[in-house]
């Protein structure tokens, strides 16, 4: 995956994690661990970027 379809996915899952925490205040979600899951592959894919494109 390059880094820009990878920067593309992260900004995708944003939003969905966005849309989730919404949902989940004005009704509880069936099932919250999704929310849990997708703020973890979020940060892993933050972490695969930044091994990938470091700033140094």
Same mark, same amino acid.
């Given at each position: 995956m390059s880094v820009k379809d990878l920067e593309? #996915? *992260?900004?995708?899952?944003?939003?969905?994690?966005?849309?989730?925490?919404?949902?989940?205040?004005v009704s509880p979600v069936e099932n919250p661990s999704i929310i849990k899951k997708n703020r973890r592959? *979020?940060? #892993?894919?933050?972490? *695969?970027? #930044?091994?990938?494109?470091p700033k140094c």
């Open positions: 593309e #996915r *992260i900004e995708a899952e944003k939003a969905q994690l966005a849309k989730l925490k919404v949902q989940h205040a592959d *979020i940060a #892993r894919m933050l972490t *695969i970027l #930044r091994q990938k494109n």
